[in-house]
T-cell receptor
Framework: GIQVEQSPPDLILQEGANSTLRCNFS?????LQWFHQNPWGQLINLFY?????KQNGRLSATTVATERYSLLYISSSQTTDSGVYFC???????????WGAGTKLIIKP | GAGVSQTPSNKVTEKGKYVELRCDPI?????LYWYRQSLGQGPEFLIY????????DSGLPNDRFFAVRPEGSVSTLKIQRTERGDSAVYLC???????????FGPGTRLTVL
């Protein structure tokens, strides 16, 4: 089955900094989602982005399906951005999401 | 509108007991999924439903785990003879169709003593 790898595993930044999180996947996908898991454990949908570019406020994401990667950009980081960011993909042959191990982001004030 | 809801939010039980975890999907969503997440890891797929039928239960770890969705809306995950290794956060998600974004509930934290 498909493999999903995220990098970096951990990231510590000062408030106001920008960051780029990467997700590589091993096969073609028909769904890719980015999630933020907050310190209380809630998974929050950020983007549904099997291809192309989307922006939502300080966050944007780009998926290049032909090269099998996706990037999540966070600009002007705030302490509330802290948490774990997950990339999850769905391959053509089934409908379950396959998850990366996540990037743990800590934003220091 | 209302999101996915799960009850209870926390469940503590003793080894060997039976537990039921409930999921209420977003109204109108035909697909429903169960995952579980252990500390420090990403979610792990268990089962998904399209309507009332379990379309893929390949992620259920063994026959102590069972899930139903009798009317195509609410789903219940049932665990028999619980073991300490079953302790995890059980997450439910729903999507409008099998090909659209999945939205997650807050999870049920299960602790087996």
């Amino acid at each position: 089955g498909i493999q999903v790898e995220q990098s970096p595993p951990d990231l510590i930044l000062q408030e106001g900094a920008n960051s780029t999180l990467r997700c590589n996947f091993s096969d073609s996908v028909n769904n890719l989602q980015w999630f933020h898991q907050n310190p209380w454990g809630q998974l929050i949908n950020l983007f549904y982005i099997p291809s192309g570019t989307k922006q939502n406020g300080r966050l944007s994401a780009t998926t290049v399906a032909t090269e099998r990667y996706s990037l999540l950009y966070i600009s002007s980081s705030q302490t509330t951005d802290s948490g774990v960011y997950f990339c999850a993909c769905r391959e053509d042959s089934n409908y379950q999401l396959i998850w990366g191990a996540g990037t743990k982001l800590i934003i220091k004030p | 509108g209302a999101g996915v809801s799960q009850t209870p939010s926390n469940k503590v039980t003793e080894k060997g007991k039976y537990v039921e975890l409930r999921c209420d999907p977003i109204s109108g969503h035909t697909a429903l999924y169960w995952y579980r997440q252990s500390l420090g890891q990403g979610p792990e797929f268990l089962i998904y439903f399209q309507g009332t039928g379990a379309a893929d239960d390949s992620g259920l770890p063994n026959d102590r785990f069972f899930a139903v969705r009798p009317e195509g809306s609410v789903s219940t995950l049932k665990i028999q003879r619980t073991e300490r290794g079953d302790s995890a956060v059980y997450l439910c998600a729903s999507s409008l169709t099998l090909r659209t974004a999945q939205y997650f509930g807050p999870g049920t934290r299960l602790t087996v003593l």
